[in-house]
């Protein structure tokens, strides 16, 4: 069945940096883009950043343009977020996600999601 796993989440001070991977199997992982969301508390879920399968295109939230940097290893299965120059409003849970077509398109399959904290 399809898997996602997130890891890398954690504890981080102001303007560090933390790198996320999403680890994936169960289905033909080099035909899918994967997307990452994140939801703060009392917060809706929002869309960070996607992956095109085709050509590797990047996508990302206005709130972590320039600051966070999706990629995926199609080899390993892998999608990673390196997240620089963090702010305390990046605190949530952040997941990974299989959309049903494109980046644009419903979300059907989702991970458990990691914790990142940003607080001095």
């Known amino acids: 069945q399809v898997q996602l796993v997130e890891s890398g989440g954690g504890l981080v001070q102001p303007g560090g940096s933390l790198r996320l991977s999403c680890a994936a199997a169960?289905?033909?992982?080099?035909?899918?883009?994967i997307g990452w969301f994140r939801q703060a508390p009392g917060k809706e879920r929002e869309g960070v950043s996607c992956?095109?399968?085709?050509?590797?295109?990047?996508y990302y939230a206005d709130s972590v343009k320039g600051r966070f940097t999706m990629s995926r290893d199609n080899a390993k299965n892998t999608v990673s977020l390196q997240m620089n120059s963090l702010k305390p409003e990046d605190t949530a849970v952040y997941y990974c996600?299989?959309?049903?077509?494109?980046?644009?398109?419903?979300?059907?399959?989702w991970g458990q999601g990691t914790q990142v904290t940003v607080s001095s």
């Open positions: 169960g289905f033909a992982f080099e035909y899918y883009a």
């Open positions: 992956i095109s399968y085709s050509d590797g295109s990047t």
């Open positions: 996600a299989i959309p049903r077509y494109g980046c644009f398109s419903e979300y059907d399959y």
